[in-house]
Each structure stands twice: as structure tokens, then as C-alpha cells.
């Protein structure tokens, strides 16, 4: 079964500065994708930045992009200019065809 | 529409009752999913439908019977559950099971929060 760990439970950036939230994953598999979402007080789940795992290219959606380093099974989200908005749970998933695997999470405080 | 709606948003219940969570999205996903989440916990997966027809189960309790009626609605029958049954139910979409690109992201909805007394 593939794993996902995020070993920071609990992260804290000042508003405006850079944070980098971590994330590794087990699988033998060569196809499959990864995501990262984020889930404020509000409940929803909310997609932040995906990443085939064929593509070497690391994504990247504005403000939000990731260093994906597929030997090393490692998944790293980097949050630039953060903003108060950004504060909420962040989920690490890995996901192979119907199945989708979530890691622990990381709680993002962000300090005004 | 690009949501995902699901209701109620909170249900309390005793465990004799008989109660469902329903499910709905109207853009044209073929796969849906229902998870459970525990209060500072991931989401754990407990079914997946595809194309209306159940392709995971998560050795769910019998006491949690998911139904697909068409390939817009998903319903999670609930009967005889116990207390740590209470949870955060998500139901979530996505445009594909097979692995293409662009048809992996899940589209969560809001969630049900359950409480079984």
C-alpha cells in the first residue's frame, strides 16, 4: 500500500515571507500523480497544486509551487508571500487511478 | 457548476436509526468517493464508484452501505452505528478514473458532520 507522510505537523511563517511545507511518499509505482490541498475552518477541501509524476517539471500555481523530486519520493510545497488567507490544514495525497492516499497534514499558522 | 453538494451538513442520530447522506455534482464526473474524517485526522477513504459501480471498499462496516443511483448522486445509508462512527463525511468527484492528465483532481464538497449518540 503507498504511504504518505508529512512530518511537520505544525508550521508558522510571518506574513509576506516564504515556507516550505514538506512531504514523502512510498510506492513502487511509476505512474501516478500528487497533490497538495488545503482545508481552512471552513471544512472544504480545497485543491491547491497537482503533479503528474511523468513530468519532471515542478508545478507551479502563483504564489504556490513544489519541489518534486521523484528518486527520492519527496513532495515539498512552497508557499511565497504568504497571506493570512493561507492559513489552514495542508494535505499531501498521492493518488493512482480510484485510489487516493492523504498524509497526515501540516497545520500553516500565519502571523500578521 | 463546478460543486459538489452534499446534506446534510449535520446529522445527529441514535444508534438505532436509520439515516442516509446524500451526495450530488452535476459535471459529468464518472468517478465519486466517499471519506471519513476524525477531528485533526486526513481523510480516509472508505468507498469509490466508477461509471455507477463500486470499485473500492475499504473493509468498511456493513453498518455503512453506499449506494450510486446514477452518475450524479451518491448516498451513504447509515444504520446501527456506534459513537466512534462519529465524523466529518466528505464526498468528493473526479472527472475520470483512469490516470490522464487533468482528470485526477478530486472536487470535495463541504462534508457532513455526523454524531451518533
Known amino acids: 500500500a503507498q504511504t504518505v507522510t508529512q512530518s511537520q505537523p505544525e508550521m508558522s511563517v510571518q506574513e509576506a515571507e516564504t515556507v516550505t511545507l514538506s512531504c514523502t511518499y512510498d510506492t513502487s509505482e511509476s505512474d501516478y500523480y500528487l497533490f497538495w490541498y488545503k482545508q481552512p475552518p471552513s471544512r472544504q477541501m480545497i485543491l491547491v497544486i497537482r503533479q503528474e509524476a511523468y513530468k519532471q517539471q515542478n508545478a507551479t500555481e502563483n504564489r504556490f509551487s513544489v519541489n518534486f523530486q521523484k528518486a527520492a519520493k519527496s513532495f515539498s510545497l512552497k508557499i511565497s508571500d504568504s497571506q493570512l488567507g493561507d492559513a489552514a490544514m495542508y494535505f499531501c495525497a498521492y493518488r493512482r487511478r480510484n485510489d487516493m492516499r492523504f498524509g497526515a497534514g501540516t497545520r500553516l499558522t500565519v502571523k500578521p | 457548476d463546478t460543486e459538489v453538494t452534499q446534506t446534510p451538513k449535520h446529522l445527529v442520530m441514535g444508534m438505532t436509526n436509520k439515516k442516509s447522506l446524500k451526495c450530488e455534482q452535476h459535471?459529468?464526473?464518472?468517478?465519486m468517493y466517499w471519506y471519513k474524517q476524525k477531528a485533526k485526522k486526513p481523510p480516509e477513504l472508505m468507498f469509490v464508484y466508477s461509471y455507477e459501480k463500486l470499485s473500492i471498499n475499504e473493509s468498511v462496516p456493513s453498518r455503512f452501505s453506499p449506494e450510486c443511483p446514477n452518475s450524479s448522486l451518491l448516498n451513504l445509508h447509515l444504520h446501527a452505528l456506534q459513537p466512534e462512527d462519529s465524523a466529518l463525511y466528505l464526498c468528493a468527484s473526479s472527472q475520470d478514473p483512469a490516470p490522464t492528465p487533468g482528470a485526477n483532481v478530486l472536487t470535495f464538497g463541504a462534508g457532513s458532520r455526523l454524531t451518533v449518540l
Open positions: 459535471m459529468g464526473h464518472r468517478a
